[in-house]
């Protein structure tokens, strides 16, 4: 049984910055694609960055994050982070993390990011 825990995330000043952790248990993430998404209030669910399983293939990032957002994997392989540099207030929303491997998928419990001064 997958299940995925974030952690991180909270209020911040635009400018600011805040690293988000999304930490399996019952297997190691190394062989998985992960991704984080968000969803702001009254919005469909945005994809925000993307990393292969394996290191096989390219990270992605949306053109609004791109060059602000780094999405990595731990060493160990049993967590993914994203790291949000010059936050801005549009960035405001619920981050969630997400696995996929084998054509099944799993999700993080999401986690609130607000940027407002």
């Known amino acids: 049984q997958v299940q995925l825990v974030q952690s991180g995330g909270g209020l911040v000043q635009p400018g600011g910055s805040l690293r988000l952790s999304c930490t399996a248990s019952?297997?190691?993430?190394?062989?998985?694609?992960m991704a984080w998404y968000r969803q702001a209030p009254g919005q469909e669910r945005e994809l925000v960055a993307a990393?292969?399983?394996?290191?096989?293939?390219?990270?992605y990032y949306s053109d609004s994050v791109k060059g602000r957002f780094t999405i990595s994997r731990d060493n160990a392989g049993d967590a993914v982070h994203l790291q949000m540099n010059s936050l801005k207030p549009e960035d405001t929303a619920v981050y969630y993390c997400?696995?996929?491997?084998?054509?099944?998928?799993?999700w993080g419990q999401g986690t609130q990011v607000t940027v407002s001064s």
């Open positions: 990393l292969p399983g394996d290191g096989i293939g390219a990270t």
């Open positions: 997400e696995a996929t491997y084998a054509f099944n998928e799993w």
């Open positions: 019952g297997t190691i993430l190394t062989h998985y694609h």
